[in-house]
C-alpha cells in the first residue's frame, strides 16, 4: 500500500483520479466528475480539458467525456524511443523554424501510430503537441510512411487479423508513398488538419519512426508540397546521421 506524499499537489492528484475513473469506470459528465472527486464543476472542467489536451481523455457527441488513447492498451513499440527523441529533438525544432508548421515524431506499436516527440509552432491557429496519443497507422502520415518502408508480406500479416482494413487497398496506397517518397494524410484522422511524413531509418536502413509536418489545412497547397519535402529531407538526414553515430 502506497503511503500519501508529504506535500501533495491537490491539483495533479485531482487529475490522475480523475484518469482512474475514466479507465476503469467509464464515461463521466462532467458534474459527475465533480461529484466523484469532490470540487467545483468549473474545476472538474478545466481537470477534463486539460486531460483531453494530453491525450488521455476525449469528449463525446453528447459531451460527457471517455478515456483517451494513452489510457488504452497499445502494443509495445520495437523502436529506440529515447535515443529518437533525444537525437530528433534538436532537429525537430530546426524544421519548426524553416517551415514554420508543427513538427511530429512517430513509431509504429502494432497498427497504430504513437506520437513521441513534438515541436509546435508559433503560430496562432496551428497544430498543438501530440505527444502520447495513437492513431490508426494506416491513416496517419507517419504510420504510412513507416508502412512504406516495410515488406508487403510484413504489411499483410500486420494486418491478417484486421476486419477494418483493406489490405489490397493499403498496399496500393503504399506503393504509391514509396514512388513518391513521402505519405500525405489529408484530414483522414482529424478534420482540418493535413500532415506530410517521411520515414527514419537506423544505420542498417531499417525504418524505426517516422517525421512529419503537420499544418492547418486551411494552410495547405500542393504546390507547397515539394518544399514540404524537401525541409523534411534536410531534417531526415540530420537525424538519421546522428542516430547512426
Known amino acids: 500500500m502506497q503511503n500519501k506524499p508529504p506535500y501533495p499537489i491537490t ?19 462532467v458534474s459527475d466528475a465533480a461529484e466523484r472527486i469532490g470540487v467545483a464543476p468549473s474545476t472538474a472542467h478545466r481537470l477534463l480539458a486539460m486531460l483531453v489536451y494530453r491525450g488521455f481523455a476525449e469528449q463525446r457527441p453528447d459531451r460527457s467525456y471517455q478515456a483517451g488513447d494513452v489510457l488504452r492498451p497499445a502494443a509495445p ?29 512517430v513509431v509504429l506499436a ?27 497507422a494506416h491513416l496517419c502520415s507517419g504510420g504510412k510512411a513507416i508502412l512504406a518502408a516495410l515488406r508487403p508480406a510484413d504489411v499483410a500479416a500486420l494486418y491478417a487479423d484486421s476486419a477494418d ?6 498496399q496500393r496506397e503504399l506503393s504509391l508513398v514509396r514512388k513518391r517518397g513521402f505519405a500525405i494524410n489529408d484530414q483522414r484522422t482529424e478534420a482540418g488538419l493535413t500532415a506530410l511524413g517521411v520515414v527514419v ?6 525504418p524505426v519512426a517516422a517525421l512529419a509536418i503537420a499544418m492547418p489545412s486551411v494552410r495547405f497547397h500542393r504546390d507547397r508540397v515539394p518544399a514540404w519535402v524537401s525541409a523534411l529531407s534536410t531534417t531526415l538526414s540530420a537525424i538519421e546521421h546522428d542516430v547512426g553515430g
Open 11 to 29: 491539483s495533479v492528484d485531482h487529475a490522475l483520479h480523475l484518469a482512474i475513473l475514466l479507465q476503469q469506470e467509464g464515461p463521466l459528465r
Open 165 to 170: 482494413v483493406n489490405v489490397p487497398r493499403l
Open 201 to 206: 531509418r537506423d544505420s542498417a536502413r531499417a
Open 110 to 136: 502494432g497498427t497504430e501510430a504513437r506520437f513521441v516527440a513534438s515541436a509546435e509552432c508559433a503560430q496562432v491557429l496551428r497544430v498543438g503537441s501530440r505527444v502520447g496519443r495513437t492513431l490508426p
Open 77 to 105: 513499440s520495437a523502436a529506440p524511443v529515447a535515443l529518437l527523441r533525444q537525437v530528433a529533438a534538436p532537429h525537430m525544432r530546426d524544421l519548426v523554424d524553416r517551415v514554420t508548421e508543427s513538427v511530429n515524431l
